[in-house]
């Protein structure tokens, strides 16, 4: 039989990831896993023999976005199989859909599995050569996102996430480093570190030894860095929560490495507020933070992510959070209005914010977030830096320096065209809101990881 043939009657199924990086990396474990059994997916419902949705639940749009997939798939397609964070309630969901085929909770690749092989049996000869060594990847091929825990062992007000996917539970470091070689080795140019809490990283293991190609190394939020330091790409940290080890990495920081970028999920900066939302390191005080990063690091790019209108949150807490957003200078930043969420403690919580008042809060905290964006960001026109090449377009090349993530931050729009996965060095010329323009310095793009700018 020909790769054709065999191709042609491997058994069909749609895919929809939804919600954050780490579903993702769920998503991308799932795919790998029917690539190497003989599956194929396909792109549209009237193609697939069946559908998996992987849902989301953390806000109460993304629940919405999660229940209009799974109608749509059983409208278009009929046999769908349900997985992620909604899948942690499964009678509540086999109660709205009573024609979904199975539910499984999140990271649960083995009963997600289990459900395909029940109603669409897996081809008697797996083609495991037709998977790369990196396995199945969602995102380009020159970046992607590495899940080093599962669950969170915090009690968040807002957040329901400890419910849906457990307590923390730390990958074995030998298993992460694998993963990380394996991707660098097949060309990947940036790796995203992303978990609930990156900076607990072994907290649940006591920090035991674990070991690297044979050698001890103890498994610690620090130790996780340095070895990192050491693959010769870009690593970004996501999640990183406001911990005292957060200074203890930041020596291993570098524009060539382990970026000075650090996505910190404050939530918000008044201490009333903090502590009523039960935040881990709420006792910190986060411009304090901030002005100790900086001091060892002041070319420490900060994204956030901050909560307005939770319950309780007067006029003048609210003000603190505006002038902590200017004083810090936080570059990126992401916000939404509380959400009540079904099984969130502060859902019970007095004095609920009206939604109009939330609404008009999130518009000047945006409104506030975009001056300091294009003050920090007209503050580098003139500086060099090295971008990293993720698209063309007709405008030319648009890329990302180490201070932006891809997706959630701004880019680069460059004068060239450069092939995507390639680093250039560039001249920023110009600035907006939140987006860059950069002339390229030479003509021939500089393809090497570790090449100087």
């Not at 992620?84 to 086999?94: M, V």
């Not at 807002?158 to 097949?186: H, K, N, Q, W, Y």
């Not at 080890?245 to 999920?265: K, Q, R, S």
């Not at 960001?377 to 971008?387: E, F, K, Y």
Request: proline share 7%.
């Amino acid at each position: 039989m020909t790769d054709r043939r065999a191709a042609a009657r491997a058994p069909r199924i749609g895919f929809v990831s939804l919600g954050c990086p780490k579903a993702l990396v769920d998503s991308e474990r799932i795919l790998t896993q029917l690539q190497m059994e003989g599956y194929r997916t396909v792109p549209s419902y009237d193609e697939a023999e069946l559908v998996i949705v992987n849902t989301c639940g953390f806000i109460e749009s993304a629940v919405s976005e999660s229940l209009n997939a799974i109608d749509a798939a059983l409208d278009a397609n009929g046999k769908v199989i349900v997985t992620g964070c909604l899948g942690a309630d499964a009678q509540r969901l086999q109660d709205r859909f009573p024609r979904v085929l199975a539910v499984t909770g999140p990271h649960d690749e083995a009963a997600v599995m289990a459900a395909v092989h029940r109603h669409l049996p897996k081809p008697h000869d797996p083609f495991v050569d037709l998977v790369p060594p990196q396995g199945i990847k969602l995102t380009p091929r020159h970046y992607a996102y590495l899940k080093i825990s599962e669950g969170c062992n915090h009690s968040c007000r807002f957040c329901i996430i400890p419910s849906l996917r457990g307590r923390l539970v730390s990958r074995p470091l030998g298993d992460v480093m694998a993963e990380a070689e394996r991707l660098t080795a097949a060309g990947l140019r940036e790796l995203l570190i992303v978990s609930q809490d990156t900076s607990a990283y072994g907290v649940d293991t006591k920090h035991r030894m674990g070991f690297v190609g044979g050698r001890p190394v103890r498994m610690s939020f620090r130790e996780l860095v340095r070895e990192l330091s050491g693959l010769g790409i870009w690593v970004r940290l996501h999640y990183v929560y406001p911990y005292k080890t957060v200074a203890e990495i930041l020596p291993w920081l570098d524009c060539d490495g382990v970026l000075p970028y650090l996505d910190v999920p404050f939530q918000h900066a008044h201490p009333r507020v903090l502590r009523a939302m039960r935040r881990p390191a709420g006792s910190a005080h986060p411009l304090a933070c901030i002005r100790a990063w900086r001091a060892q690091r002041p070319d420490l790019v900060l994204r956030s992510t901050f909560i307005v209108g939770f319950p309780g949150e007067s006029e003048e807490e609210f003000a603190t959070l505006l002038r902590f957003v200017e004083e810090a200078g936080i570059d990126r930043l992401g916000a939404f209005t509380y959400s009540a969420v079904a099984g969130a403690a502060a859902n019970a919580l007095p004095h609920p914010v009206p939604q109009d008042v939330k609404d008009e809060r999130l518009e000047r905290l945006m409104a506030c977030q975009e001056r300091v964006s294009a003050q920090r960001l007209a503050a580098r026109i003139g500086q060099t830096t090295r971008v990293l090449v993720d698209r063309e377009t007709p405008a030319g090349a648009v890329g990302r320096s180490y201070g932006e993530a891809p997706e959630i931050d701004g880019v680069i729009q460059l004068d060239g065209l450069v092939p995507a996965g390639t680093f250039v060095s560039a001249t920023i010329t110009d600035a907006g809101v939140h987006d860059l323009t950069a002339t390229i310095l030479r003509p021939k793009a500089d393809d090497s990881p570790r090449a100087n700018p």
